[in-house]
Nanobody, 126 residues
Framework: VQLQASGGGLVQAGGSLRLSCAASGRTLSFERMGWFRQATGKEREFVAAISRSGDTTVYTDSVKGRFTISRDNTKNTVYLQMNSLKPEDTAVYYC????????????????????WGQGTLVTVSS
């Protein structure tokens, strides 16, 4: 499966962005999905994940209440709505996919994802 992330950009603190991750080559409904981010000089870290069904979502503590992950399997696309952005959210954001037989599970673990998008840069100015 090929993943194409988009929607990044420059935004002021307190603003919003919506990232999209479009998949091709495989029906996205077979994949549980995740968003990760990597700031300059830091390791890639988990942000949010969603199950194949869309019913189960998990978030890292620092984005809870501000970010929302969702999916539209009919459009083969996963989204990350980011509100109340902070300068510390500045990073390259990556979407990732993992084929799973469990319709309701999610994963926070980077190594469990087998397909990755190219990343989209989010810059939040103070």
């Amino acid at each position: 499966v090929q993943l194409q992330a988009s929607g990044g950009g420059l935004v002021q603190a307190g603003g919003s962005l919506r990232l999209s991750c479009a998949a091709s080559g495989r029906t996205l409904s077979f994949e549980r999905m995740g968003w990760f981010r990597q700031a300059t000089g830091k390791e890639r870290e988990f942000v949010a994940a969603i199950s194949r069904s869309g019913d189960t979502t998990v978030y890292t503590d620092s984005v809870k209440g501000r970010f929302t992950i969702s999916r539209d399997n009919t459009k083969n696309t996963v989204y990350l709505q980011m509100n109340s952005l902070k300068p510390e959210d500045t990073a390259v954001y990556y979407c990732a996919a993992d084929a799973s037989t469990n319709y309701y599970s999610t994963s926070r673990t980077l190594g469990e994802y087998h397909y990755w998008g190219q990343g989209t840069l989010v810059t939040v100015s103070s």
